[in-house]
């Protein structure tokens, strides 16, 4: 079957020119020349790839690649933009477009792009199957998946999450970026009565504003040209079980009352729609934003805060809980380890110490990207210092910084550098840094007190 691909410009001969240039190629292509004619044409079709204009008069490209993002995720849009307007086709780019090319439009470059895309969407949909099936054994594991930590603080959260998970309570899962906020929210339906039920997740920073409501509330056939049937929303979809709502912090005010609604009265109606849908749902939240500031700073609607907010679970952020890193990395080990063919079996003293002693700001995320690099780099059966990232592998090991000079550079000039950057290197221990340069501690001090015009240092 010939890859589909949907062409969108409001200008007709661009279309025509497209649509001869991509048929002959062996594309099955089909035209539109707007942007919400592009969205009915995605929502019947669900084309593999979308080029479009940028500058479109109503809805834009950049609005409507946020809309594919959302009606079909797995679509590649490729941007067309004439010269100047680069700058929007990188933030294009930033928001998730697989390509621009710049009008007027040169067929090599047009055809080049689009096939690109079209592989690259091939191997998303080979790489989404076989996260399925990863998915499917993990969930096969047992209720709280895959979810390892034996740290108090993990330990901890864990008790809360078996005490509230069997409860119809909603739960507010709050915690830095990956730390395991949607393992965690996964696991509260999991260990609920709703087991049996869908978990249906929806992303609140990726859906556009005006889908917000078809999307979660479904729509009714004729809603909008193009609607040619009735479609549930997640709302409808989670029926009898979960709705996670993921990212729930990133939510627009108007979109927060349209969410409260429903929460408070339970029901709503379809768009286009008049009859009134009921639906039993359990919802589980999640953030990594500070609420309550968002709350005090009038970004977010303090009734629909406390609606979300019944049971906080708080996910400690992974410098909090080291204990759990070691426990962690050899759980991530054993994954990419067999996911990648290797026979990496375990972690050197020295590379586990350097893993304890970084401070992990991206949390479990990072962490597991870090030993799946590992594993991947690893060429023995342990993982050593030098299996990881420069900036976690401790100073000095092996690959201390050194200083270069030109022959001919005045001394006075590289003893100033090796002081600053001894200093530098020693966190600004003075101490430690005259230590290692063989000199008195008084020496650097007065030294640097000639550099800085005397700013007293002495202890
Ligand atoms: N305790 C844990 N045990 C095993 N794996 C974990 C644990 N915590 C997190 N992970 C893994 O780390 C990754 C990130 O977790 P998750 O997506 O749940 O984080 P998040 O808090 O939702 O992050 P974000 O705020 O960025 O969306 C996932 O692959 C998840 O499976
Ligand atoms: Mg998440």
């Known amino acids: 079957m010939s890859t589909r691909i949907l062409v969108v410009d409001d200008e007709e001969s661009n279309l025509k020119v497209l649509d001869r240039l991509l048929g002959k190629a062996g594309y099955a292509v089909s035209t539109a020349s707007s942007g919400p004619q592009a969205l009915d044409v995605l929502r019947a079709d669900q084309p593999e790839l979308v080029l479009t ?19 079909t995720p797995t679509t590649e849009v490729i941007l067309m933009t004439a010269y100047g307007t680069v700058e929007i086709a990188v933030e294009a780019m930033r928001e998730g477009a697989y390509d621009f090319i710049t009008k007027p ?20 949909a080979e790489n989404r199957q076989l996260r399925q099936q990863v998915e499917a054994q993990r969930n096969a594991t047992g209720p709280l998946g895959t979810t390892v930590g034996r740290s108090e603080a993990f330990r901890s959260v864990l008790e809360t999450l078996k005490q509230v998970a069997p409860s119809e309570a909603t ?16 696991a509260i339906h999991n260990l609920s009565d709703r087991s049996k039920g869908p978990l249906i997740r929806v992303n609140c920073a990726a859906i556009p504003e005006n889908l917000f409501e078809s ?36 939510m627009s005010l108007a979109m927060q009352v349209k969410l ?12 286009g729609g008049t009859k009134t ?27 629909l805060y406390y609606r979300l907010n019944v049971i906080p679970l708080r996910v400690p952020p992974l410098r909090d809980r080291y204990d759990d890193v070691p426990l962690l990395a050899a759980h991530f080990l054993r994954v990419y380890a067999e996911k990648n063919r290797k026979g990496v079996r375990g972690i050197t003293d020295d590379a586990l110490e350097a893993l304890q002693a970084y401070r992990w700001p991206g949390n479990v995320r990072e962490l597991e990207n870090t030993v799946e690099r590992a594993v991947v780099l690893c060429k023995g059966d342990h993982i050593g210092v030098a299996d990881l990232p420069g900036h976690m592998q401790p100073e000095g090991s092996g690959n201390a910084r050194k200083l270069v000079f ?4 005045p001394l006075r000039e590289m003893e100033d550098l090796a002081i600053r950057e001894t200093l530098r290197y020693t966190g600004g221990d003075k101490k430690l840094a005259a230590r290692l340069l063989g000199i008195a501690a008084r020496t650097i001090y007065r030294k640097l007190e000639d ?6 240092d002495e202890d």
């Open 53 to 71: 204009d940028l500058k479109m008069p109503g809805m834009d490209g950049l609005e409507l690649l946020k809309a594919v993002r959302t009606v």
């Open 406 to 409: 030109a022959i001919g550079t």
């Open 105 to 124: 439009l040169n067929r090599h470059d047009v055809l080049r792009s689009v096939r690109k895309a079209e592989e690259k969407a091939q191997l998303v």
């Open 260 to 271: 409260l609604r429903v929460l408070q009265e339970g029901e709503f109606e379809r768009v």
């Open 277 to 303: 849908v009921a639906v039993d749902v359990r919802l589980v939240a999640a953030t990594n934003r500070d609420l309550e500031r968002m709350v005090a700073e009038r970004k977010f609607r303090e009734d």
């Open 215 to 250: 999307e979660l509330f479904g729509y009714e056939k004729g809603a909008f040209t193009g609607a040619a049937g009735r479609k549930p929303g997640r709302f409808e979809l989670a029926d009898g079980g979960t709705l996670f709502l993921d990212e729930v912090g990133e």
């Open 171 to 186: 739960v507010l899962v709050m915690g830095e970026s990956g730390t395991g906020k949607e393992l965690l929210a996964r």
């Open 451 to 456: 550099k800085t015009g005397g700013e007293g």
